[in-house]
Each structure stands twice: as structure tokens, then as C-alpha cells.
């Protein structure tokens, strides 16, 4: 089997990690019930990561495409359970300096709109402070 690429192992490990929390269900939309055996916990984490060697390439990589976007929205079991938004989220969020972090490296990237529109508050806030 290739080697899997980092995405597919995070994918891996967060399906292994709902397994070990007996959060992994199996089936259509979790109808089948809760998965109580390694193997088949093994082969849905092959599955939804796109490393499956029963799968064809063009399907391996939908199911990739498809567990992306569930950790994404934050529709992942992990997630519904640990209150998290989506996986990953780290430096995008509340420590980044745009968010008002202050262990932040670099700081979000914002459109050209985005930059525009952070002017004119600044404009407005400076306005506001000097008519005091």
C-alpha cells in the first residue's frame, strides 16, 4: 500500500480516537450502531482517510475530499462532543493576532476588502478618540 499522506493520518487517527471514546458508529449516518471491534474501526478509518486498497482512486480520494469537509464544519463526532468548531484550528483562531491573541507568529491573512474595511474602523476608532 503507498505510503498515506499527513491529512489522511490525521483523519486516521481522529476516526481511531472516536473509536477509543466509543464515539465511532457505523453505517448510513451512524444507523448501524456503535463499532465495537479494532478491525472494523481499522478498515472506516482506512475508508474516510482515502487509504483504502479496496477502494478505487477516483473513490479514495472523494472519501478524503468528504472527511475534510466534515472536520471543516465540525460535523465529526470528536467534535460534537469536545465542543470544537473544527480540527485544526489552532493559530486560526483566538491566537492569532487578528483575533486579539498574543502568541500569535503572523497574522491572519485578510482579503484586500478585509484590509480595507479594518481601515476605515481604525479610522473611525481614532476619530472617536481624538473628539473626546
Known amino acids: ?70 472536520e471543516a464544519t465540525g460535523r465529526t463526532a470528536q467534535q460534537e462532543t469536545e465542543g470544537k468548531a473544527r480540527v485544526g484550528a489552532r493559530g486560526k483562531r483566538e491566537s492569532s493576532h487578528a483575533m486579539g491573541g498574543k502568541n500569535a507568529k503572523t497574522t491572519t491573512r485578510r482579503s484586500p476588502r478585509q484590509r480595507a474595511a479594518a481601515r476605515r474602523n481604525i479610522k473611525r476608532a481614532n476619530a472617536r478618540r481624538a473628539s473626546r
Not at 500500500?1 to 471514546?21: F, I, L, N, P
Not at 473513490?59 to 468528504?66: F, G, I, V
Open 1 to 70: 500500500m503507498a505510503k498515506t499522506s499527513m491529512s489522511q493520518r490525521k483523519t486516521m487517527g481522529r476516526v481511531m480516537h472516536e473509536y477509543a471514546h466509543g464515539e465511532l458508529k457505523s453505517g448510513p449516518r451512524g444507523k448501524g450502531g456503535k463499532v465495537k471491534s479494532r478491525r472494523q474501526a481499522i478498515a472506516i478509518a482506512l475508508e474516510e482517510a482515502g487509504a483504502s486498497k479496496y477502494e478505487t482512486k477516483k473513490k479514495n480520494r472523494r472519501n478524503l475530499a468528504r472527511s475534510k469537509a466534515k
